[in-house]
């Protein structure tokens, strides 16, 4: 069955900071996916990672694959506060099951 | 293209009870999958529909069931409420394929907060 473990759970970072959020997961994954969920709302989705190497960017965000190392990461480039939220990753296996992380909830401080 | 909606948005319910969630997708979505989230558990998958047939189903005991119309519209019901399962029930919806593998995306709906005293 996949594990998929993000962390940090919890990220506070300046404006204008880079950081990186990282997503591991136990086993073979068909794809990769990013979301993101703002306080009291749902999920809204930002990347798919379909194949090894695989970078996507949008904005400051920048979401890459590695499936040898199963291992993917969120890169946020010089934080802005509109990017505070909870960003979780989620696996595809086999099944079509998504499996989630745990989430990641990042305060962006001014 | 209208999004995913999901009623109602919150409901109360003692225990015991049963609750019935509804779900449409977006046009021309074949696929419907629902997930629960809490707080200690995080987001977890409950099934998956396609074409008014269970194509997947998570670890949930048999009080956790769903179905799906030839709209493709559907709905989950929860007999015999619990005090943990209080949470917000996310539907998701995509194309979906006939065979399993192809999903792109998923899109969530807004939600139904359920809280169960």
């Known amino acids: 069955e996949l594990k998929v473990e993000q962390n940090p759970l919890f990220l506070s970072m300046q404006e204008g900071k880079n950081y990186t959020i990282y997503c591991n997961y136990s086993?073979?994954?068909?794809?990769l996916y990013w979301y993101r969920q703002d306080p009291g709302k749902s999920l809204e989705s930002l990347f798919v990672?379909?194949?090894?190497?695989a970078v996507k960017q949008e904005g400051r965000l920048m979401a890459s694959l590695d499936t040898k190392a199963r291992l993917s990461t969120l890169h946020i480039t010089a934080a802005v506060h509109d990017l505070s939220a909870t960003y979780f990753c989620?696996?595809?296996?086999?099944?079509?099951?998504?499996?989630f992380g745990t989430g990641t909830r990042l305060t962006i401080i001014p | 293209k209208a999004g995913v909606t999901q009623t109602p948005r919150y409901l109360i319910k003692t225990r015991g009870q049963q609750v019935t969630l509804s779900c449409s997708p977006i046009s021309g979505h074949r696929s419907v999958s629902w997930y629960q989230q809490t707080p200690g558990q995080g987001l977890q998958f409950l099934f998956e529909y396609f074409s008014e047939t269970q194509r997947n189903k998570g670890n949930f005991p048999g009080r956790f069931s769903g179905r799906q119309f030839s709209n493709s519209r559907s709905e989950m019901n929860v007999s015999t409420l619990e005090l943990g399962d209080s949470a917000l029930y996310l539907c998701a919806s995509s194309g979906g394929t006939s065979g399993g593998r192809g999903w792109e995306t998923q899109y969530f709906g807004p939600g139904t907060r359920l809280l169960v005293l």
């Open positions: 086993t073979t994954s068909d794809r």
């Open positions: 989620a696996g595809l296996f086999g099944n079509e099951k998504l499996t």
């Open positions: 990672l379909l194949s090894n190497g």
